[in-house]
Every structure is written in C-alpha cells, then in structure tokens.
C-alpha cells in the first residue's frame, strides 16, 4: 500500500513517509504515515461510510452519481455523533426522499478507492414512507433493480460480497 501523495506533518510540514511505529509490532503493509523530522505519527484510521440496502418487493435501490458508469448503494459520510443507522436514513431521505427504518446492519466493507481508505457499514433498510425524489444536483440516475438482476459492479467495489452476503441472510 503506497502513501497517497501530498501527505504532509500536521506540526512541521515535512512530507510523511510510512515508518515502525515504537512499542507497534505492525505488518509492513500497515506501518503508519509518520514524520521522519518531528516523529509525528499520522493516525491513518479508515474513514467510515454508511451505506443502505433498500428492498422493496424483491427490488433494491440503487443510485448512480453524475459521471459515474456504475451503480451503487446509497451511501454518505456520518455527520459528528450520528449513528451509523442514523447516517444511512439521512443519506437514504437527503437523495431520494424516501424514509427508511434501519432494520439492522449487514456487515461493513473495506475497500480502497483512490487511495482512500473506506469501511462500508451496510444497513438493511425498508421503505417506511417518504415519496420518491431523487436529489438531482449528485445523483444521475436512482432504479430499482431485481435482486437477481443486479448490474456489475467494478471489481475493486465490494459490493459483489455485500449482496453475495445479503443472499445468504435471506436464505437462512
Ligand atoms: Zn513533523
């Protein structure tokens, strides 16, 4: 995993480089971004998103951002001190005004795109009211899909194994 360029000490500017963390016994893979100057030692924790699996009838939503090719879940970052349930039901209303009950959470997901590094927390969602709106300034296009009928998704997107898990739930 290489250092996402333009990282630089919070205290003295110098750029960051990955390096042993004292009295951390850390796998090369996850040595932390620290100050070779001032010792500064970047924290690096994965960024959480909270994500919905909305079904309704056998359908699920999905949303596809402008100038994206691919579908994906409704999903956003959590506003400080918000539950992760919480986030999901805001991101779900904010883009297409549907409300939500968060029945419980399916798994999370950790994924990498552009050098970031995310844990998707993917709650199961259903349509408790609201009317359909999607928020046209983000978002290209909403639709349902069958769940036996889902797009493909882009390989380093975790959302093959998210709905390969969502399959066995309903099947237990
Ligand atoms: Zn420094």
Do not use: S
């Given at each position: 995993m290489t250092l996402p360029e333009g990282r630089y000490c919070s205290y003295c500017g110098k750029g960051l480089r990955r390096a042993p963390v004292d009295g951390l016994d850390l796998p090369e893979e996850v040595l932390k971004p620290a100050c070779p100057d001032c010792g500064y030692v970047h924290l690096d924790a994965p960024t959480p998103v909270a994500a919905a699996i909305v079904e309704r009838g056998g359908e699920v939503l999905l949303v596809r951002?402008?100038?994206?090719?691919?579908?994906?879940?409704?999903?956003?970052?959590?506003?400080?001190?918000?539950?992760?349930?919480?986030?999901?039901?805001?991101?779900?209303?904010?883009?297409?005004?549907?409300?939500?009950?968060?029945?419980?959470?399916?798994?999370s997901y950790s994924c990498e795109p552009m050098g970031q590094n995310l844990v998707s927390v993917v709650c199961v969602a259903r349509v408790a009211g609201g009317e359909y709106r999607l928020q046209e300034e983000e978002l290209a296009e909403g639709r349902w899909f069958p769940l036996d009928g889902l797009p493909a998704w882009p390989e380093e997107w975790p959302l093959a194994e998210v709905f390969a898990d969502y399959g066995w739930e309903g099947k237990r």
């Open positions: 951002p402008h100038g994206a090719e691919a579908f994906a879940l409704v999903a956003g970052y959590p506003e400080p001190y918000e539950t992760i349930e919480e986030a999901a039901a805001r991101e779900v209303r904010e883009e297409t005004g549907l409300e939500v009950q968060v029945e419980h959470i399916l798994g």
